[in-house]
Structure formats: C-alpha cells, structure tokens
Nanobody, 121 residues
Framework: QVQLVESGGGSVQAGGSLRLSCVAS?????IGWFRQAPGKEREGVAR????????YYADSVKGRFTISQDNAKNTMYLQMSSLKPEDSAMYYC?????????????????WGQGTQVTVSS
C-alpha cells in the first residue's frame, strides 16, 4: 500500500512557474504525475524511477517541466515552468501498482487526491 499527498497547486499567469510536491509512504519504484482537465481523459505528464532516477516525460511538457525526487524525504517534485493555459488541470501524484494504468514503462495504481493548477492567459 502506498499513500500519496500532493501540494503546491494554485493559479498563475501564462509563462509563470509552479512547483508541485508529493509525499509518499510505502514501497514503490515508479512514481509520477498525471493530469486531467475537465472533459478530458487523464494523461501522464512525467514519471521517475525511485532507485535509478530515470525520467520520462510527455512530449507536451518536455523542456518545460522537470520531475525530481528527494528520497531522504520520500518526496517527489514537479517543477513547471513556461506554463500555458492548456496546462490547467487537476494534477495527480501516482505510484506503482502492478496491473494498473501503464505509462512510461510503469504501471500506476495508487493515486493521490489531486491538486488544482490553473493557468490564465
């Protein structure tokens, strides 16, 4: 069982930056971020492997978002820069669970409650 608690969402103007945090408890290797905008399907944003640090990004965020982690604090981060209105969504932290949703070579089945990101033009 993995428990996840996100923080750091908010409202920002286009071109601005936000940093999301996710504190995780339990055992996992893959951890990452997904997002879901109203009327759209949930999509993968980025993921990182806990032990190797390998990262994977959606094409839409490459060069703008950076995923990182502090294993000593069991915390993962998503630094978001050059934000666009189309980045507005509920962002969810997710952790590995076999048989779950596939993304970036991992399967995700544990989810946080989500944190809202709103980018205005």
């Amino acid at each position: 069982q993995v428990q996840l608690v996100e923080s750091g969402g908010g409202s920002v103007q286009a071109g601005g930056s936000l940093r999301l945090s996710c504190v995780a408890s339990g055992y996992y290797n893959c951890i990452g971020w997904f997002r879901q905008a109203p009327g759209k399907e949930r999509e993968g944003v980025a993921r990182i492997l806990r032990f190797s640090g390998n990262t994977y990004y959606a094409d839409s965020v490459k060069g703008r978002f950076t995923i990182s982690q502090d294993n000593a604090k069991n915390t993962m981060y998503l630094q978001m820069s050059s934000l666009k209105p189309e980045d507005s969504a509920m962002y969810y932290c997710a952790a590995q669970k076999y048989g779950g949703r596939r993304y970036g070579g991992c399967e995700f089945g544990y989810w946080g409650q989500g944190t809202q990101v709103t980018v205005s033009s």
